[in-house]
């Protein structure tokens, strides 16, 4: 009887506790856009009554809050109204949210709401840019908390070859043509087993957990941005919990994750001013993979940190870190499978090793003139490829690149506020050493190469606001150099550009960009040697850019706005294959290593197209983004006026994601993606049969044959639960729900039989690939 007693006690204890009420809590701070923080500003949820006012260094807390989605929203005296779209308040894990306010034109002795709201852009990029906050990229479907891939929805970006890796192809550029920061420190790796040579891999790096939110520029990029020809995405990562000790741990369908948070060294105080935010991250995939029977063992580590220290109200520094373990093997399955087999045998082994680390430092000027910002910062790739004539038994190298590419990197930039302009300048400088050994029987090409040089540059940019903040201008300009490469200097990469935005009508705005973009090859371009020692790549160009943007912007509401944009992209002095007479543009989209080869730099290229996009931020529990983009890519290989199309040229892409919040934490989301029919360069079965497992390709036969449409559809439900102590988000996501096939080149193998025996004389066979199933997956968050 005391059993049933005390059985039922616990019960009832527990449902009390399942049931019983709990709250969140919302803190930040409000700053205007020169850093000084502003007491007394409202902010509050909308629909509710409940709200706050900042203190006198700007910060706010919000308490008692019932769990759930909200708009926050900001407003003050002779500001403009501010509002942070699909707020998630939970019982724990609730991150900070900061503001910055723009001063109004309109009369200061009222608080403006009549262009509040705005799904707005930066004066310097008015047109072609778009930001996600944490809780947009955690709740893609399909992405798996995969910021590039989320990233790869947005507009004007095109899917990779099979919808598979994280290939950043932008408005028709190649998929090495797009810069990644990291709160202000340049990371050059952000996938695991990255290509080396361009930076796309299948998984990516970033745990969405760091961050606040993510920016993707595809025209118009701010001059402080180095090497960039088609896109910067930068990553904004928020600083750790102050007040408490507090983090998540996250399991989805190929890893698990642990973030944890908190303040260091913080004494009485309410808060610290030291706060720390770290993250480990592992992959499962090599198990499943071993269950189900795939010959692919893909294992992978990652780990990230922050660490902020607050010296006073104007200076702070910040340790910012991010690195990733990869190991990429192949095992042979236990029953003979055609397309199994011949995964096996073409299949590369990587052990790779990326680290990042960045110091810096952030001063606000004491008479609130502007701000400046140093950052010291290293980042090192060890990159080992190899593929074998055996590879079940790792014997016969037919190809191993063993390479290290380390940079150490030195950027400052002070921004400046000089009445009514804004001026902001700086300067970059880096200490780059790069090492290879290549064994390369294929193209009979055997060296070791060792280079260092410097690389420099320099930046400004000057905006201004006219005619009642109606028309924004914007000018600016770079330059860089280095020491290694010959026939360039400072002048020679002169890149001026020039954003103009104008509100001709209410709620209307006309937007233009005109830009001149320059990018250093790789280090696999400029390391390369030829059988005779010699560094034969020495002299290549910079790869030049050009971009004409124009667009129009018509915004519904406050929250909601649809624009269109026309675009012009125009390349010279690409890198070309002397080999495969090809532009190196088409040769970045694998598992792979590009670019380590004999090239000139005498390549073109253009693209060009429109782009219609509708933007629904949080409203009537409803959010959004749509966009369909036409558009053109093509480039020449040695003859400059033979235009070839890009293996991405697909005309036609479609995105849409959007989701709906239900009662009771409840929430269902989806992600749609078309790409039109994209050319691919064929097989060389003659050449391939001859140099097999290695896959040659032909081409002098690119564009002749096109790949279907891709199309794939992704859904997701979320449900959310609040307890005490801790608060836990369920997802279940079904990828590919129609059932498409997945477009890819056909695959060949050897021939064999029944019993995988290689039938002779050997020849080659196309391989039957098993595409178009639907991808069921679970994952769950607990934040604590």
Do not use: C
Not at 457 to 473: E, I, P, R
């Amino acid at each position: 009887m005391n059993i049933k007693n005390t059985v039922l006690a616990l019960s009832l204890l527990f449902v009390s506790y399942m049931n019983a009420q709990v709250y969140g809590e919302l803190s930040g701070n409000v700053t205007d856009q020169k850093g000084q923080p502003i007491l007394g500003a409202s902010v509050f949820l909308e629909n509710t009554q409940k709200g706050a006012q900042t203190d006198f260094d700007g910060k706010y807390r919000i308490e008692n809050i019932t769990p759930g989605s909200y708009n926050l929203i900001v407003s003050y005296v002779g500001f403009e109204t501010q509002t942070r779209f699909n707020v998630i308040v939970r019982s724990k894990g609730t991150p900070s949210y900061n503001f910055v306010l723009k001063e109004s034109a309109e009369a200061l002795d009222e608080v403006v709401i009549s262009n509040a709201n705005k799904i707005s852009r930066p004066k310097e990029t008015p047109l072609s840019t778009q930001s996600l906050s944490a809780v947009e990229i955690a709740t893609y479907p399909g992405s798996n908390n995969d910021v590039v891939q989320v990233a790869q929805t947005l507009p004007g970006v095109a899917p990779s070859i099979g919808g598979f890796r994280n290939d950043l192809i932008i408005r028709g550029g190649a998929p090495n043509e797009t810069v990644y920061y990291l709160d202000g420190m340049e990371v050059p790796n952000i996938n695991h087993f990255s290509t080396q040579g361009s930076a796309g891999g299948p998984v990516g790096l970033i745990n969405v957990s760091f961050i606040d939110n993510v920016t993707l520029s595809t025209s118009s990029f701010g001059a402080q941005y180095d090497n960039p020809l088609s896109g910067v995405l930068q990553f904004s990562q928020r600083n750790g919990n102050s007040r408490n000790l507090s983090g998540n741990f996250r399991v989805s369908a190929s890893e698990a994750a642990l973030t944890l948070e908190g303040p260091l060294f913080k004494g009485k105080q309410e808060e610290a001013k030291t706060t720390f935010l770290v993250s480990a991250r592992r992959s499962y995939l090599q198990f499943l993979f071993e269950v189900i029977g795939l010959p692919f063992r893909p294992n992978y580590w990652d780990y990230q940190y922050k660490i902020n220290h607050k010296i006073d109200s104007y200076n702070e520094i910040y340790l910012t870190g991010l690195g990733s373990i990869d190991d990429f093997s192949v095992e042979a399955p236990e029953d003979f499978d055609a397309e199994q087999q011949a995964q096996l045998e073409q299949a590369p082994f990587i052990n790779q090793r990326t680290n990042a680390i960045g110091l810096s430092w952030k001063k606000r000027f004491k008479n609130g003139s502007g701000f400046m910002e140093t950052t010291l910062s290293n980042n090192t790739l060890v990159n080992e490829f190899t593929r074998y004539e055996d590879p079940e038994n790792e014997t016969g190298v037919i190809f191993n690149n063993d390479a290290t590419e380390s940079e150490t990197k030195l950027r400052y930039q002070i921004t400046k506020f000089l009445g009514d302009w804004k001026l902001t300048a700086g300067f970059n400088t880096q200490y780059s050493d790069y090492n290879n050994e290549t064994i390369n029987l294929t193209d009979n090409n055997f060296f070791n190469t060792e280079i260092d040089f410097y690389k420099y540059g320099m930046f400004t940019n000057v905006t201004k606001s006219f005619l009642n903040d109606k028309l924004d201008l914007s000018f600016g300009f770079r330059v860089d150099d280095d020491s290694f490469t010959e026939g360039n200097d400072l002048l020679s990469t002169f890149s001026p550009r020039l954003s103009l935005s104008y509100e001709f009508k209410e709620n209307w705005r006309l937007n233009g960009s005109l830009g001149r973009y320059y990018k250093l090859p790789p280090y696999t371009i400029l390391g390369f040697r030829d059988n005779n020692d010699i560094l034969v790549n020495k002299n290549v160009k910079y790869t030049l850019s050009d971009h004409y943007v124009l667009g129009i912007q018509h915004y519904f509401g406050p929250s909601s706005s649809i624009s269109l944009e026309g675009f012009y992209k125009q390349y010279d002095d690409y890198p070309v294959s002397v080999l495969d007479d090809v532009s190196l543009a088409n040769k970045g989209g694998d598992f792979e290593v590009l670019g380590s080869e004999d090239v000139i730099t005498a390549g073109k290229g253009r693209s060009y197209g429109v782009e219609l996009q509708f933007q629904q931020k949080l409203t009537n529990n409803f959010y959004g983004i749509f966009a369909y983009t036409w558009f053109y890519s093509e480039f020449t290989g040695l003859d400059r006026d033979l235009y070839l199309p890009s293996v991405w040229d697909s005309r036609h892409l479609v995105s849409f994601t959007g989701g709906y919040k239900l009662k009771k934490n409840w929430e269902i989301s989806a992600r749609y993606r078309f790409a039109g029919e994209t050319p691919f360069v064929p097989t060389d079965l003659d050449a391939t049969l001859a140099n097999y497992p290695e896959v040659i390709l032909d081409y002098d036969r690119l564009g002749e044959e096109n790949l279907d449409i891709f199309s794939q559809l992704d859904l997701r439900i979320d449900k959310k639960w609040n307890f005490k102590n801790i608060s836990l988000d369920v997802f279940v996501e079904a990828q590919n729900v129609l059932g498409q096939k997945t477009p890819q080149p056909t695959q060949f193998g050897l021939n064999r039989n029944s019993n995988g025996d290689i039938i002779e004389p050997r020849s080659l066979t196309p391989i039957p690939t098993d595409s178009g199933q639907i991808i069921p997956s679970i994952g769950i968050v607990v934040d604590f």
